[in-house]
């Protein structure tokens, strides 16, 4: 069983959509939880950590539900440059940092 | 400008012909890390470090190895590269591990794209 499953999707959505993707995690002691995007093959880069209150960034909203050990992230009116794959990641005994294999959204015009 | 450097960006080498990966960063993080990315797999870490001279396995380390002296570098070696070791590779930095919160979060190299034939 992977540590961190997402949809791998594609989620294809036209501008302005909501879209949500979930992600789930085996170990009930994981730590620290993000959100990073990661485009055509290119580094990820930090969206945005997760924390146990949710929080909010521009049109970003990231939720952690520990008792189901799952992560969200919502995106509102989507634009055309949100497209790419969203990885959750998941941190815990410390040092190890687990990667789900992405969820792909394409936003259409 | 705060990064993480990775050399090379591409590689095209034989099966058996050692080879090291760089990685550097300028941002004085205790905690580094290596990566592989492979279609469907999502990353995987092969090693990490936790501060200079302190290293330790990821979930796929056979046929790697990894030295850490020096904070800022954190280079990763193939002794004997083969087929199954052609990826994608990342290597990343973190302030700190092991403080929850956003001093966990991980800075990436560029990549490295590394074909063994």
């Known amino acids: 069983r992977k540590e961190v499953e997402q949809d791998p999707g594609p989620f294809n959505v036209p501008e302005g959509a909501t879209v949500a993707f979930n992600c789930t995690y085996s170990n009930s002691a994981s730590q620290s939880f993000f959100w990073y995007r990661q485009d055509c093959r290119k580094e990820p880069k930090l969206l945005m950590s997760v924390y146990s209150s949710g929080n909010e960034d521009g049109r970003f909203t990231a939720q952690l539900n520990r008792a189901s050990q799952y992560i969200s992230l919502l995106i509102r009116d989507s634009k055309l440059s949100d497209s790419a794959t969203y990885l959750c990641?998941?941190?815990?005994?410390?040092?190890?940092?687990?990667f789900g294999s992405g969820t792909k959204l394409n936003v259409k015009p | 400008e705060a990064q993480v450097t990775q050399n090379p960006r591409y590689l095209i080498t034989v099966t058996g012909k050692k080879l090291t990966v760089t990685c550097s960063q300028n941002?004085?993080?205790?905690?580094m890390s290596w990566y592989r990315q492979d279609p469907g797999l999502g990353l995987r870490q092969i090693y990490y470090s936790m501060n200079v001279e302190v290293t330790d396995k990821g979930d796929v380390p056979e046929g790697y190895k990894v030295s850490r002296k020096e904070k800022r570098n954190f280079p990763l070696i193939l002794e004997s590269p083969s087929p199954n070791q052609t990826s994608l590779y990342f290597c990343a930095s973190s302030p700190k591990a092991g403080h929850p919160g956003r001093n966990t979060e991980a800075f990436f190299g560029q990549g490295t794209r590394l074909t063994v034939v």
């Open positions: 941002m004085n993080h205790e905690y």
């Open positions: 990641v998941v941190n815990f005994n410390f040092n190890k940092f687990y």
